[in-house]
């Protein structure tokens, strides 16, 4: 059970594993392996246990795992979610968003994520997107590594079976959790795993394996055209916020789908799926100049603005009043983080800001603001429209104030009345728009608290 080997491949410098654990037979077999690694070469190694509180024994599957990892010698910390998928969301996608989400705020730079996903669960995701229609990157079922937050996800055992796992787990005479919701033959998943892969092994002994491989084959193919994709978006020079649509015309309908699908996947977003996608392509990009279209699906929305394509996430409205501010703090602002560096001869000077409480706010209307260089105050939306901000992200911005008195619009400027004087101290702002949630692999997991892996 290479699991360090494959750890180490990935991220040589590794100072801790971190193993998402939902008791099953599986993740207890990783827990055990990646305990082992502990063992023999001294690397910390942590579990992790995701509670949906979807069965009415969630808590109880969540306390036993947390017996079974402190009995491999490990600690096993449970996070718990009380939010519920918004009505129309599936399920099991929402949940293994925040799964994703959670695992990345928990992964530092040298820190790697271990799963337990197999070759059973590859063939099985391989059917799935096979038979709706998907593909080089939906075939490629299950990535084997990918970027999580700082860190990354591996998953070392793609190419092993569940019966090889069972074996494993049976040698050291380990107990493990049964998730009940995986014998519910309604669900597409478990038809294909107590019904149909079956059946093809009776025929075809290694089906999952050969299914495995055809899916690393696709990865593959995929990964290449990836590359591809991202050429082509450096070449139109896009950011993670706008992609320009000069010279978009002159790409090929296939190139045009592939580069609005890697450009969205770069960002974490949900994909949409291939009927929007290409709805992007004709609806949005194909629009007259001064059209404003959106396409929308859950989890994002693409609008056009100003020649070039921008991507929308659902983001809470900002607080409605007024938000006091310390610079030395990073203020969590709904749409995303404003922090404050300390500096000299720049910025909001500190003598200037003196007798003025900082705060934070929204916009409300009507504010005018004489930026630092300009000789004449201008109004907020005069700014936005010159320096080409969406209109549909300005109510989401923050303003930060000097007592009543507009000092900053962050990213933007600072007004000539607040800014620091030569050899003064300062803050310099710095704000960092909210990034979406990682979009996740296709679901294997449960949708109670044991199927979390």
Not at 12 to 37: E, H, Q, Y
Not at 235 to 254: K, N
Not at 296 to 309: E, F, I, K, S
Not at 420 to 444: F, H, K, M, S, Y
């Amino acid at each position: 059970m290479a699991v360090l080997a494959s750890a180490r491949a990935a991220r040589p410098g590794i100072d801790n594993l971190l193993v998402a654990f939902s008791g099953g037979l599986d993740s207890t077999a990783l827990l055990a392996a990646a305990m082992r690694t502990q063992a023999q070469h001294r690397l910390p190694v942590r579990a992790i246990h995701f509670d949906h509180a979807w069965h009415c024994d969630s808590a109880h599957w969540a306390a036993q795992c947390v017996a079974m990892a402190a009995a491999l010698g490990s600690v096993c910390a449970v996070e718990r979610f009380a939010a519920r998928p918004p009505p129309g969301d599936s399920a099991e996608a929402w949940a293994r968003a925040a799964r994703y989400a959670a695992l990345t705020a928990r992964c530092g730079a040298q820190a790697v994520v271990l799963t337990a996903h197999h070759a059973d669960d590859v063939a099985e995701t391989f059917l799935l997107m096979a038979l709706r229609g998907s593909g080089p990157h939906g075939l490629a079922a299950i990535a084997p590594i990918r970027a999580l937050g700082a860190g990354l996800l591996v998953r070392p055992w793609l190419a092993l079976t569940r019966r090889t796992l069972a074996a494993y787990v049976a040698e050291l005479g380990l107990p493990y959790l049964e998730d009940p919701a995986n014998t519910e033959a309604s669900y597409d998943r478990n038809f294909l795993r107590a019904r149909v892969l079956p059946a093809l092994r009776e025929r075809w002994p290694e089906a999952s394996t050969t299914l495995a491989r055809a899916a690393s084959h696709q990865w593959a193919a995929a990964q290449l055209a990836d590359r591809a994709a991202d050429a082509t978006l450096e070449t139109l020079g896009a950011s993670a916020e706008c992609l320009p649509l000069a010279g978009f015309a002159e790409l090929s309908a296939s190139a045009q789908r592939r580069a609005v699908r890697r450009w969205i996947a770069r960002a974490g977003v949900r994909l949409p799926d291939a009927n929007r996608l290409q709805r992007i392509c004709v609806e949005v990009v194909g629009a007259a100049p001064d059209r404003q279209p959106s396409v929308g699906w859950p989890g994002g929305l693409v609008r056009r603005y100003n020649q070039c394509l921008y991507l929308a996430v659902d983001s809470p409205p900002p607080p409605p009043g007024v938000v006091a501010w310390i610079p030395s703090v990073a203020l969590h602002w709904p749409a995303g983080t404003l922090s404050a560096h300390a500096t000299r001869g720049m910025g909001l000077g500190w003598q200037q800001l003196a007798a003025h409480p900082l705060s934070v706010r929204a916009r409300r209307g009507g504010e005018r603001i004489r930026l630092l260089g300009q000789a004449h105050h201008q109004s907020l939306k005069q700014l936005w429209q010159a320096h080409k901000v969406p209109p549909w992200t300005r109510d989401c911005l923050p303003l930060v104030y000097a007592g009543e008195t507009l000092a900053a619009v962050p990213g933007l400027g600072i007004a000539a009345a607040f800014a620091a004087a030569p050899d003064q101290p300062g803050w310099t702002l710095a704000w960092q728009a909210r990034r979406a949630l990682p979009a996740g692999e296709p679901c294997v997991g449960s949708r109670g608290g044991v199927g979390a892996e």
